[in-house]
């Protein structure tokens, strides 16, 4: 489903992905600064929000201080996400960009690649969120992104988990809004690889929808 009323004027919702320590959190601050460089406004997220309550038991989770169902840790992941759908929804809506560290496509990778939960059943809770303008996947060489500062920190953190989430990823490479970057250049590398993708969405702004909308 989508909007009846197309608005040029919107903001953008631009999703940054990838496994651990791939760049995310840089190239979002990149992206963030860039946007307002240009005389944008823009917002930043982070899933999982670990201000929240239940952030505050993924954080845990995530820690591995907190033992869940893997059912359950889904499941509030997604949770997680709705908490913002409404913000992120009338911000948009209020012409402000948002960047995003992590989204739903995260929560179906880790869910589904690292701890076996069925692709579709993960995939259909997270229907009706907003869906992104686009998705930035930073491609990265897993024996360069393990090394690190922070590797190995939080429970899925390891060479085997982040090459069965990987491969989930990929599932996701023929949605139109789907970008493949090369995140083993430098920083300033691959933020210049990113821009024109941004830049290209800026030209053809469509109404906000939902998803599964291209399924």
């Known amino acids: 489903m989508q909007e009846q009323n197309s608005n040029k004027n919107r903001g953008i919702f631009i999703v940054l992905e990838g496994t651990d320590r791939s760049g995310k ?54 949770a997680n996400r709705w908490e913002l759908n409404n913000y992120i929804k009338e911000n948009l809506e209020n012409g402000i960009d948002v960047v995003c560290d992590r989204y739903s496509f995260s929560g179906i990778a880790y869910s589904s690649g690292a701890i076996n939960l069925d692709f579709e059943w993960c995939k259909s809770r997270e229907q009706g969120l907003i869906s992104p303008d686009i998705v930035v996947f930073l491609e990265v060489n897993l024996d360069l992104s393990s090394t690190r500062s922070g590797f190995g920190v939080e429970i899925y953190e390891n060479i085997s988990d982040q090459i069965s989430v990987r491969k989930v990823y990929q599932k996701f490479s023929n949605y139109s809004f789907w970008r493949n970057i090369n995140a083993s250049q430098s ?29």
């Open 25 to 78: 959190t840089t190239q979002s601050k990149k992206i963030y600064d860039y946007l307002i460089s240009i005389g944008r406004k823009c917002v930043e997220t982070k899933f999982p929000d670990r201000s929240t309550n239940i952030g505050k038991m993924l954080d845990g989770y995530l820690g591995k201080s907190i033992k869940m169902a893997p059912q359950v840790s889904h499941l509030l992941f997604t």
């Open 187 to 215: 920083p300033d590398d691959v933020f210049k690889e990113i821009v024109p993708h941004i830049e290209q969405v800026f030209q053809n702004i469509k109404p906000i929808s939902y998803l599964w909308d291209e399924d």
